[in-house]
Nanobody
Framework: VQLQASGGGLVQAGGSLRLSCVASGLAFSNYNMGWFRQAPGTEREFVSAITWDSDSEYYADSVKGRFTTSRDNAKNTVYLQMNSLKPEDTAVYYC?????????????????????WGQGTLVTVSS
């Protein structure tokens, strides 16, 4: 299984980026997908999650209203559209896949429920 995240880079505060994560080696359309991030010297934190059928999405309070996650099961890809970026959004962003063991999307804020992780893509937001 591989989860390949891309789309990171350097952007000014207030700008936008779209991250992509392409999955291979798994039945992508059967998996819930999540985005997490980790800034230097901090613990990994939840950003967003989306169910296998795009029926439900869930966001961390810190990104709600600015970030949107979506997926294209035909392309085995999940996206994270990030708008109104702030310097505190600077981090390595990781995508992860979870077989839906739990019925509520809110369970997927926890990293331990995920089965597979990507390698991360760096987002740097300058002030």
């Amino acid at each position: 299984v591989q989860l390949q995240a891309s789309g990171g880079g350097l952007v000014q505060a207030g700008g936008s980026l779209r991250l992509s994560c392409v999955a291979s080696g798994l039945a992508f359309s059967n998996y819930n997908m999540g985005w997490f991030r980790q800034a230097p010297g901090t613990e990994r934190e939840f950003v967003s999650a989306i169910t296998w059928d795009s029926d439900s999405e869930y966001y961390a309070d810190s990104v709600k209203g600015r970030f949107t996650t979506s997926r294209d099961n035909a392309k085995n890809t999940v996206y994270l559209q990030m708008n109104s970026l702030k310097p505190e959004d600077t981090a390595v962003y990781y995508c992860a896949a979870a077989f839906p063991k739990y019925s509520g999307i809110y369970y997927y804020v926890e990293g331990h429920v995920y089965d597979y992780w990507g390698q991360g893509t760096l987002v740097t937001v300058s002030s």
